[in-house]
Nanobody, 121 residues
Framework: VQLQASGGGLVQPGGSLRLSCAAS????????MGWFRQAPGKERDFVAAISWGRGSTYYADSVKGRFTISRDNAKNTVDLQMNSLKPEDTAVYYC???????????????WGQGTQVTVSS
């Protein structure tokens, strides 16, 4: 499975961005999908996940109520809508396809290249 993330950029605090991840080369609908982020000098952290079947969702506490993950199995895409952005949301954001609906990076087998999100005034 190949993943291509897009939609990052520079936004002011309180603003919004929508990230998108396009998948190819596999049966997208069978994979749980996740978004992770990594700030400079820090480990890669879980942001959100969505299951392959009913589309159950799970969020990190730091983004709950502000971010929304969704998937379109017909288009082979998974999106991350980010609202009320804060400077601490600044990071490179990665989409991933996994074998388990999980918040652990090690359960994800395929990763996109990352897209930079910078929240600054």
């Amino acid at each position: 499975v190949q993943l291509q993330a897009s939609g990052g950029g520079l936004v002011q605090p309180g603003g919004s961005l929508r990230l998108s991840c396009a998948a190819s080369g596999g049966t997208f609908s069978s994979y749980p999908m996740g978004w992770f982020r990594q700030a400079p000098g820090k480990e890669r952290d879980f942001v959100a996940a969505i299951s392959w079947g009913r589309g159950s969702t799970y969020y990190a506490d730091s983004v709950k109520g502000r971010f929304t993950i969704s998937r379109d199995n017909a288009k082979n895409t998974v999106d991350l809508q980010m609202n009320s952005l804060k400077p601490e949301d600044t990071a490179v954001y990665y989409c991933a396809a996994g074998s388990r609906y999980s918040n652990f990076p090690r359960t994800y087998d395929y990763w996109g290249q990352g897209t930079q999100v910078t929240v600054s005034s």
